[in-house]
C-alpha cells in the first residue's frame, strides 16, 4: 500500500463502495464496479472501471490507487493482474451475515476509522437481533430463494440466515453453505417436494418473471404458485454481501413474510 490510510481506492465491488459511503469516507474511493448503484450519487461521481469478473486493467492503473478492493475467487484473475502490475490489493470473501459484519469492519481498519466501522457493524447487528426477535413465536413460512432460473440455483448463506432472521424457513439450507453456484443447483422435481409457501426470486442482472417461474411442469402443485406468493427482490439489494442486504434486503424478505 503506498500510502495508510490509502487516499486513492478503487472498488470493484459494490458492497465496499456502499460501506465507504455510509462511513463517510467516499471520498477516497476514485473508481468503481459498473454494478454499483447504492447509494445513488455514485454512478454520476465515479468513474467505472470493472464489470464483476474483468476489469479494464490500464484504466485501474491510470486511477494511481493507494489499494484496490476485490471479492473471492471470481476477481482472483484481476486481483493477480493489479499485484503484478505493483499494486496493493485486499480481497474479501465473505459469505454469511457474520462475514458480512466482519467485512465492513476489516474495511473500517484498513481506512483508518476502525471506530467508525465498529459502530456501523454493530448497528445492523442490534438491528438484526431486533428483528429476529420480533419475529420469534410467529408461524413461519417455508421459503424458496431463487437465485437464477436456468439452471435452478437456490440462495447463498447470508441470504438463507436473512431468511430465518425476517420468520422464514429456507427450504434448501444445506444448500446455502455452498460457497460456489455450481454447488446450489436444485432440480426443479426437489423445489416442488419443498412445497415452499413463498418464492423468492433475484435474477442477477436480469428481470424476475414471476409467470415464467409459475408456468414450470407441475410447479402449479406448489403453495407458493397455487396462491400466487412469487416475489422479485432487486439483486443490487440482497445479493451483494454487504450493508444493503442486512437493510433493505431484509426488509424486502420481511415484507414478502408479512403478506404470507
Request: some cysteine; proline content about 3%.
Given at each position: 500500500m503506498k500510502k495508510f490510510p490509502p487516499e486513492r481506492i478503487v472498488c470493484l465491488t459494490e458492497e465496499t463502495v456502499e460501506t465507504l459511503y455510509l462511513l463517510g469516507e467516499q471520498d477516497r474511493i476514485v473508481g468503481v464496479s459498473g454494478y454499483a448503484v447504492r447509494p445513488t450519487q455514485v454512478r454520476k461521481e465515479k468513474p467505472r472501471v470493472s464489470a464483476f469478473t474483468s476489469a479494464d486493467i490500464p484504466k485501474v492503473l491510470a486511477l494511481e490507487?493507494?489499494?484496490?478492493?476485490?471479492?473471492?475467487?471470481?476477481?482472483?484473475?484481476?486481483a493477480s493482474d493489479?499485484?503484478?502490475?505493483?499494486?496493493?490489493?485486499?480481497?474479501?470473501?465473505?459469505?454469511?451475515?457474520?462475514?458480512?459484519?466482519?467485512m465492513i469492519r476489516t474495511l473500517g481498519a484498513l481506512v483508518g476509522e476502525a471506530e467508525k466501522?465498529?459502530?456501523?457493524?454493530?448497528?445492523?447487528?442490534?438491528?438484526?437481533?431486533?428483528?429476529a426477535c420480533r419475529m420469534s413465536g410467529r408461524a413461519r413460512p417455508k421459503v424458496f430463494f431463487e437465485e437464477w432460473d436456468e439452471p435452478l440455483i437456490s440462495?447463498?448463506?447470508?441470504?438463507s440466515e436473512l431468511i430465518g432472521i425476517a420468520g422464514g424457513d429456507d427450504v434448501f439450507p444445506e444448500h446455502a453453505r455452498q460457497k460456489a453456484a455450481k454447488d446450489r443447483i436444485v432440480a426443479p422435481q426437489a423445489v416442488i417436494e419443498a412445497a415452499?409457501?413463498?418464492?423468492?426470486?433475484?435474477?442477477?442482472?436480469?428481470?424476475?418473471?414471476p409467470e415464467r417461474i409459475a408456468a414450470r411442469p407441475g410447479w402449479d402443485a406448489i403453495p407458493a404458485v397455487r396462491n400466487q406468493r412469487i416475489v422479485e427482490i432487486k439483486s443490487p439489494l440482497i445479493l451483494q454481501p454487504g450493508p444493503a442486504a442486512l437493510t433493505d434486503g431484509l426488509d424486502a424478505i420481511m415484507a414478502a413474510i408479512d403478506a404470507c
Open positions: 490507487p493507494d489499494l484496490v478492493l476485490t471479492f473471492s475467487d471470481l476477481q482472483a484473475d484481476i493489479l499485484i503484478r502490475a505493483g499494486v496493493a490489493v485486499h480481497a474479501f470473501n465473505q459469505r454469511d451475515v457474520a462475514g458480512i459484519l466482519a466501522a465498529a459502530r456501523l457493524a454493530n448497528g445492523l447487528e442490534t438491528r438484526l437481533r431486533e428483528v440462495g447463498i448463506g447470508w441470504v415452499p409457501d413463498i418464492i423468492l426470486a433475484s435474477w442477477c442482472g436480469k428481470k424476475v418473471r
